[in-house]
Each structure stands twice: as C-alpha cells, then as structure tokens.
C-alpha cells in the first residue's frame, strides 16, 4: 500500500525518492535510501530497512545497480513479499517486484528512474507518475518527484478491499554532494499527507536559500523571526 518514485536527475547529478503510502511514517522506513554520489535505493511491500544501508554500501564499492538486486533478492528469503528498487550513481536503473506482492503491483524502470507500487488501484497510476516526471526536466528533483505523486494519488493511488484508500505519510528527500540531504520533507500522519507535504514543501521553499546561507554566515545572519516577517510583509505587497 505504497507508491513512489526514485531517480537521479541527469542536469544535476542529485539522487532523490518521493514516496506515499497509507501506513504511518513511512519515513520510518526510507533510512539510508539515498546517497550523495552514491546512489538510491528502497526495499518495501513488506519493508525491510536493512536493505537500505546493505544497497547502499554494495553502491558505495562499485556495485552496479544490477549487481546490488541480485544480492539483495539473494540475502532475503522473503523476497516475493517486496518491491526493490536501485539507481546507481551513474542513473542505471532496475527493480523488481515479488510475486506475493499485494496486486495490483508492479514497476516501471526509465532512463535515471524507477517508479513502484503496491495495492494500486492499477497500472495508470504509475503511468501518471512516469509522465508526470518526465513532463519538466528543468524543474528541481524535489519538485519532480512531488508532482510524481500527486499524478499517482489523482490516477487512483491505493486501493484497499472496501476502496480507495488515503495517503496517511509521505516523504521526498533528495541528495546532492554533499554528506547531508538536499531536502527532507515528510508527513508521518494526515489523511491527507501529500497535500500537507505540498504546503509544507512550498513554505520551506521560501527558507531554503536563507538557511543555507544562515549556515555559511552566522555571525551576519537575521534572526528567523525578522525574515519571516519579511517574507510576510513582501506577500501582503505582492496581494492584489
């Protein structure tokens, strides 16, 4: 009952994995997903955590995207209840999707991508999510994959015995070079958790640059509250 989409945007070089799901905190298992310079990968269905951190160390030795699924299929004797997917560092992509895997599930592996799914309403719904992707390549990834889910939830999302079912958590987290995230933005509870990742997605936007450069320069820095009061004052300008 999780769909998502991992990739690696070719312009940038950054690694990233947008995920939706109606378990709670599904951020709980996307631990050791991505890697800068390194790659992406995450085990669910019935999650596995450890899948993460082992994709991740075979990756950071070398192993190509093909490689580390067949050690991880190999290491796990209830592979048939999972969905896989990897992107290395150079954006090959490969997956897999068990045969005990709640239906309908499958996958979808395209140049520097890899969308997924489980307990889907159908096909269309990682078929939206791959569109919805590839529709902007200049838009940042995190932008991209958070469309991405959007397009899957409109498609239908997940669907359970007694219908549709709500996307509870939600998570986009991207990589670039350095040790640390990008971006890491997640809802662990909300009926509507990819709307609320939205808002918050689109409010942290506007703090982005200001807590980079906080960092770089502290001893320069505006207080937070100051430069949220400008960020107010500038958008009761800007209203009509």
């Excluded at 309403?121 to 994959?145: F, H, N, T, W």
């Excluded at 991405?148 to 998570?171: F, H, K, N």
């Excluded at 820095?221 to 209203?239: S, V």
Aim: hydrophobic share 40%; aromatic share 8%; with cysteine.
């Amino acid at each position: 009952m999780t769909y998502g989409l991992m990739a690696r945007c070719p312009r940038s070089g950054r690694l990233g994995l947008g995920i939706a799901s109606y378990s709670l905190a599904v951020g709980l298992y996307c631990s050791d997903t991505t890697r800068a310079n390194t790659g992406a990968s995450f085990t669910f269905g019935a999650p596995l955590p450890g899948n993460n951190a082992l994709a991740m160390r075979l990756l950071a030795q070398g192993f190509t995207s093909s490689q580390v699924l067949k050690e991880l299929i190999g290491n796990d004797p209830h592979s048939d209840y999972r969905q896989i997917g990897v992107v290395d560092r150079e954006g090959k992509t490969t997956a897999f999707t068990g045969a005990k895997t709640s239906p309908w599930s499958g996958h979808r592996i395209g140049e520097g991508f890899v969308a997924f799914g489980d307990m889907l309403a159908g096909e269309m719904v990682l078929d939206a999510m791959v569109q919805s992707y590839a529709a902007d390549p200049a838009a940042e990834l995190e932008d991209r994959l958070l469309t991405a889910l959007e397009a899957g939830r409109d498609a239908g999302g997940q669907v359970g015995s007694a219908g549709r079912l709500p996307e509870r958590s939600a998570l986009v987290v991207v990589h670039g070079i350095y040790d640390h995230t990008d971006w890491d933005l997640r809802v662990d509870r909300d009926e509507n958790a990819i709307d609320k990742l939205r808002r918050t997605h689109e409010e942290f936007k506007l703090f982005a640059a200001y807590y980079i450069e906080r960092s770089r320069n502290p001893r320069d820095a505006i207080p937070q509250m100051e430069f949220r009061g400008m960020l107010a004052a500038n958008r009761k300008k800007e209203a009509p």
